[in-house]
């Protein structure tokens, strides 16, 4: 993630603390936002993200890759 990018995150994640509801989904483990960017931001940003917040844990499969595989996936346009 660029600065810019992730300034912009911080930003908005900033903007609605304990102001409006905010949904992130991600692949990412909150302790390895590190990894996208500089450690001050996203501590600030993941401490702000998980302060009052509700987490859902899914795992298992992915439906889109087994779609895929077996055929289903994106349709073309007409």
């Known amino acids: ?5 992730a300034e912009a995150l911080y ?6 603390y304990e102001r409006r509801s ?19 931001l996203a501590t600030a940003t993941v401490d702000r993200l998980l ?9 298992g499969d ?3 890759l087994a779609q895929a595989l077996h055929g289903q996936g994106v349709k073309p346009l007409n």
């Open 1 to 5: 993630m660029g600065a810019d990018a």
């Open 11 to 16: 930003r908005i994640v900033e903007a609605a």
């Open 22 to 40: 905010v949904a992130i989904s991600s692949n990412l483990h909150p302790s390895g936002f590190d990894e996208l960017m500089p450690k001050t």
């Open 51 to 59: 302060h009052h917040a509700h987490l859902c844990q899914t795992s």
């Open 62 to 64: 992915s439906v889109r």
